[in-house]
C-alpha cells in the first residue's frame, strides 16, 4: 500500500523559513516524480514543484522560483520542499504526491498524501 506522508508545517512570520518532508513508502518510486502541491484557503489546488528521484530533473513553479527547493534523500525515500523568505500568500495545505510522470495538473497525478498546514503571518 503506497503512503505518502507529509510533516513540517507550522505557523511561521512572514520572512522566515520552513522544511516540509514527505516520507514515501510502500511501493519502489525510483522510476517516478515526486511533486509538491497546495492549496490556499478557497483556492484549488496548485502545483508548486517536482524533482525526479534520480535528482536529475526538478521544476518550480514561477510564483515560488528562487525561494522554495526541492531535494531528495533516497536512502530515506524522502523528498524536501526548502521554503524560504516565505509570504503571506504562501498560507496553504501543502501536499505532497507521486506519479511517472511531472505535470502541472493535479488530477494526473496518481498518489497522494493527507497534507500539512504552513500559515504565515505578515
Known amino acids: 500500500q503506497v503512503q505518502l506522508r507529509e510533516s513540517g508545517g507550522g505557523l511561521v512570520q512572514a520572512g522566515g523559513s520552513l522544511r516540509l518532508s514527505c516520507a514515501a513508502s510502500?511501493?519502489?518510486?525510483?522510476?517516478?516524480?515526486m511533486g509538491w502541491f497546495r492549496q490556499p484557503p478557497g483556492n484549488a489546488r496548485e502545483f508548486v514543484g517536482a524533482?525526479?528521484?534520480?535528482?536529475?530533473?526538478?521544476i518550480y513553479a514561477d510564483s515560488v522560483k528562487g525561494r522554495f527547493t526541492i531535494s531528495t534523500n533516497n536512502a530515506k525515500n524522502t523528498v524536501y520542499l526548502q521554503m524560504n523568505n516565505l509570504k503571506p500568500e504562501d498560507t496553504a495545505l501543502y501536499y505532497c504526491?507521486?506519479?511517472?510522470?511531472?505535470?502541472?495538473?493535479?488530477?494526473?497525478?496518481?498518489?497522494w498524501g493527507q497534507g500539512t498546514q504552513v500559515t504565515v503571518s505578515s
Open positions: 504526491a507521486a506519479d511517472p510522470l511531472i505535470r502541472p495538473d493535479p488530477d494526473e497525478w496518481d498518489y
Open positions: 510502500g511501493r519502489t518510486f525510483s522510476n517516478y516524480a
Open positions: 524533482i525526479r528521484w534520480t535528482g536529475t530533473s526538478t
